[in-house]
Nanobody, 125 residues
Framework: VQLVESGGGLVQAGGSLRLSCAAS????????MGWFRQAAGNEREFVAA??????????ADSVKGRFTISRSRDNAENMGYLQMNSLKPADTAVYYC?????????????????WGQGTQVTVSS
């Protein structure tokens, strides 16, 4: 399974970005896609997740109301998205896409089996 993130960049506070995650390989081996972030000097933290089959979503309290997660399964392509609105400088971090086998959501990073390389999001004040 390969995960490739895109869409990061520099944005002013209050702005928006949409991150994408292209998933290829054995889609049958995972059923939850998550987004995590890691700011310099901090541990990796859960941001949002979606179950691939049912589309159930989970959003961290710190970004609820500002971030949304979605997925697309058109034409055998599996794409995950993280729409980030009303961005704050505190949202600055490397954002990672991850995939988890099994059908149950879990916010703990170590429970995810596959990871992308990450994409930098920088929010200026």
């Amino acid at each position: 399974v390969q995960l490739v993130e895109s869409g990061g960049g520099l944005v002013q506070a209050g702005g928006s970005l949409r991150l994408s995650c292209a998933a290829s390989g054995r889609q049958y081996s995972w059923n939850v896609m998550g987004w995590f972030r890691q700011a310099a000097g901090n541990e990796r933290e859960f941001v949002a997740a979606i179950t691939w089959s049912g589309g159930d979503t989970y959003i961290a309290d710190s970004v609820k109301g500002r971030f949304t997660i979605s997925r697309s399964r058109d034409n055998a392509e599996n794409m995950g998205y993280l729409q980030m609105n009303s961005l704050k400088p505190a949202d600055t971090a490397v954002y990672y896409c991850a995939a988890k086998s099994g059908g149950l959501f879990n916010p703990t990073p170590r429970t995810y089996d596959y990871w992308g390389q990450g994409t930098q999001v920088t929010v200026s004040s």
